[in-house]
């Protein structure tokens, strides 16, 4: 086995990709599962439609707030379900978000996500340009949300991230002396899916860098240098890349994992101690 060890490959405001090293396929699979269903996020989930003058149904425009990533703050909401008011809706698990557009102009005006007013400054859509409804000269819209933390189990609105995955970490190993045959370079550099190869000015073959993030193991260059490239992944050793809409922090992300994770062993614990197994 090897020690735990993780190293950052690629970070951005969307995406984030690490290397992984030193745990098994399957732990690192329930860590992805987790990120996926199982942490909250903010998101609506219940809307008065007071006025609706637009062309679309109550319904999609309903349907359409639902699906706006809200950014969310874990530390100050709950779940309706553990909230001291029992889920009925207080402070402490409900932010409330009003829309009012009258559109006073001579043309169609565009309501965007931006035009919705949080009543917590820090619970607002993440991107204010998310078109919701456009309306006429003349009409108005009038709008009160309500959003609540929920799990993506539940419903994909309350998805924490926009995709998690991990793949093996590729290691293309190969003997440039073994690699005389401009043909065969050729045609390894030619039907590489993902470009990984390039020719040097002697005509022989190399890697580009990097290229561990884009390969997918798909072995082509093995079968077209006949077996003179081998491609293999290496054990416990993963590229695991998350993708954020920004709902939530990538700390706070990975931290509400391991609470979940944790808080799962525990719940198996204490079943496993009520369990008469010793009799
Ligand atoms: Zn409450």
Not at 107 to 120: P, T
Not at 142 to 170: M, R
Request: aromatic share 6%; hydrophobic share 40%.
């Amino acid at each position: 086995m090897i020690p735990l060890k993780l190293d950052i490959l690629e970070k951005s405001e969307h995406k984030l990709v690490l290397v992984v090293e030193g745990i098994s396929v399957e732990m690192i699979n329930a860590i992805r599962r987790i990120m996926l269903t199982e942490v909250p996020v903010m998101a609506i989930d219940e809307v008065i439609i007071l006025k609706n003058d637009s062309p679309l149904y109550d319904e999609i425009i309903s349907h359409r707030l639902g699906l706006i990533p809200l950014k969310t703050d874990l530390d100050v909401y709950k779940l309706p379900k553990e909230c001291e008011c029992g889920g009925f809706g207080c402070p402490l698990c409900q932010v409330s978000l009003t829309c009012e557009v009258t559109n006073t102009t001579n043309a169609s005006l565009d309501i965007y996500s931006g035009d919705l007013k949080s009543n917590d400054p820090k619970i607002v859509p993440v991107d204010p340009f998310i078109p919701i409804v456009k309306i006429d000269k003349n009409d108005k819209v009038i709008i009160e949300a309500y959003a609540i933390l929920g799990i993506a189990k539940d419903h994909a609105k309350w998805q924490a991230v926009s995709n998690v995955a991990f793949k093996y970490y590729p290691e293309i190993k190969f003997d440039t002396n073994a690699l005389k045959d401009s043909d065969e370079n050729n045609l390894v550099v030619k039907m590489c899916p993902e470009k990984l190869f390039e020719l040097a000015s002697n005509g022989s073959l190399k890697l580009k860098d990097d290229y561990e993030k884009n390969c997918t193991l798909c072995k082509s260059c093995e079968k077209n240098s006949g077996e003179k490239i081998s491609v293999n992944s290496k054990e416990d050793v993963y590229i695991f890349s998350i993708e954020s809409d920004g709902v939530l922090d990538y700390d706070a992300l990975i931290k509400k994992v391991f609470e979940v994770y944790n808080e799962k062993i525990d719940e198996f614990v204490t079943e496993l101690e009520e369990l008469d197994i010793e009799s």
